[in-house]
């Protein structure tokens, strides 16, 4: 998991930063309001999304086997919470097609907050439930989620 300020993203070595951060520079992140737009086929691909935060029980945790999370807020801040693998319960089996499998946790959670500017990258298999209050009670959020194909 990386957590940082989006004017760092250079420091890493993300794959595809090329790619996202030319796609930003050609794109004006807060117009954005396609379901999911392709940068580099299925490869890596884009999510906007806007909503309101909420209490971390009404979220799951969640993986992915094949494809890293690049969450970067654009406007609000959110509270994305991590659990490790041990105290994790299944609520789903794994779904395929949406490289996606939720579970429940209640202990050894650990969160942070993202403001708008920053990002927090979640690589595949490292369990997180994004969308959630940071304290504030609920708060509006634009969010891009960049999937980046690992495997």
């Known amino acids: 998991m990386i957590h940082d300020s989006f004017k760092n993203i250079s ?4 794959p595809m930063l090329k ?15 396609a379901v ?11 999510r906007p999304s ?5 209490f971390p029980e009404e979220g799951r945790f969640e993986t992915h086997d094949v494809y890293a999370d690049l969450q970067y807020v654009v406007s609000g801040g959110e509270r ?11 609520a789903t089996v794994y779904d395929p ?25 979640f690589f595949p ?10 304290g504030l009670g609920p708060e509006a959020v634009k969010k891009l989620v960049f999937k980046i194909k690992i495997k």
């Not at 999911?36 to 884009?46: A, M």
């Open 11 to 14: 420091r890493y070595d993300i």
């Open 125 to 134: 298999g490292e369990a997180h439930r994004p969308m959630c209050q940071r």
């Open 80 to 90: 994305m919470e991590m659990a490790p693998p041990d105290v994790l319960t299944a």
């Open 50 to 54: 806007q909503y309101q935060t909420r």
């Open 97 to 121: 097609q949406g490289d996606i499998r939720f579970f429940t946790a209640d202990k050894d959670i650990t969160g942070i907050v993202v403001r708008s500017g920053e990002f927090a990258v």
């Open 19 to 33: 790619d996202i951060v030319a796609f930003l520079e050609d794109h004006d992140p807060l117009s954005l309001t």
């Open 36 to 46: 999911e737009i392709e940068i580099k086929g299925r490869e890596l691909f884009v």
